[in-house]
């Protein structure tokens, strides 16, 4: 690893980012999909890099540049995400930030969808993997802090909550991307941490503010567990 800090708080520790959406193809040309900048994630990793973390960026289809100083691997669809992800492993710290698709279509036409005199297709749908759950499921594979991201309209801390015990993580970063909040394709973000039963509010802070201050919270918690 040739960049990053080389005596930064996380230099020795391995971490995983998934950022981005997922692209689920319904034909050759065509494609399901998650709304995602990608921005967040990659800031995540960024900001792990740079406290001098061995980082592999797992992510869909995005805009971004690739970060300085990370591994870089770009896939396509949930499935190769998770791939990814479990090649990865093991890694002392896993944080999903992708927007992945719930859903692919089951059967991806070999041939462009031609239209037929009015006649509609129906695309049948199959659930994609979790890979926030899978990659927090117990086991000897398992990173020892495993962040997951809950972006909801209403009640986001209960969601959130809820989120978290269904996925088996360890932390989750609620953010509220109500209308109100103008989280989508603005700049700023409000999120609050839940460390466990632990709630942190966090002010309104950009998206790179947001991954410099979890990254930092980060390297606190692996220096100490106990907080
Ligand atoms: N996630 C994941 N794999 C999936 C779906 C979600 O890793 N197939 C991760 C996301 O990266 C995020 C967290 O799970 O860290 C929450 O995603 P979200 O879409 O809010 O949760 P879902 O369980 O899919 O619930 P919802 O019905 O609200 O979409
Ligand atoms: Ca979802």
């Excluded at 592999?56 to 992800?85: F, K, N, Y």
């Excluded at 039963?197 to 919270?217: N, Q």
């Amino acid at each position: 690893q040739m960049s990053g800090q080389m005596d930064g708080p996380l230099s020795g520790w391995r971490t995983l980012v998934t950022s981005g959406p997922t692209h689920e193809p319904i034909d050759p040309v065509r494609y399901i999909a998650n709304r995602s900048s990608g921005k967040q994630g990659h800031a995540i990793a960024a900001a792990l890099a740079r406290l001098g973390a061995m980082v592999t960026l797992v992510s869909g289809p995005t805009a971004q540049p690739d970060p300085a100083g990370v591994t870089m691997v770009h896939v396509e669809t949930a499935r190769d995400m998770l791939a990814a992800c479990q090649e990865a492993l093991p890694v002392d710290v896993a944080v999903c930030a992708a927007a992945v698709a719930d859903w692919r279509v089951k059967a991806m036409a070999g041939q462009k969808l031609k239209k037929d005199g009015g006649h509609l297709p129906t695309l049948e749908l199959a659930e994609n993997p979790d890979i926030l759950a899978t990659l927090s499921r117990p086991g000897r594979m398992r990173p020892a802090l495993v962040v997951g991201f809950a972006a909801e309209t209403e009640k986001v801390v209960g969601h959130a909550r809820a989120k978290l015990a269904r996925k088996g993580c360890d932390w989750i970063v609620a953010n509220d991307v109500s209308p109100s909040s103008g989280t989508f394709g603005g700049a700023s973000n409000t999120v609050h941490l839940l460390r466990g039963d632990t709630l942190e509010d966090w002010p309104p802070l950009s998206k790179e503010a947001v991954a410099e201050r979890l990254a930092m919270a980060i390297a606190d918690h692996l220096v100490s567990p106990a907080d």
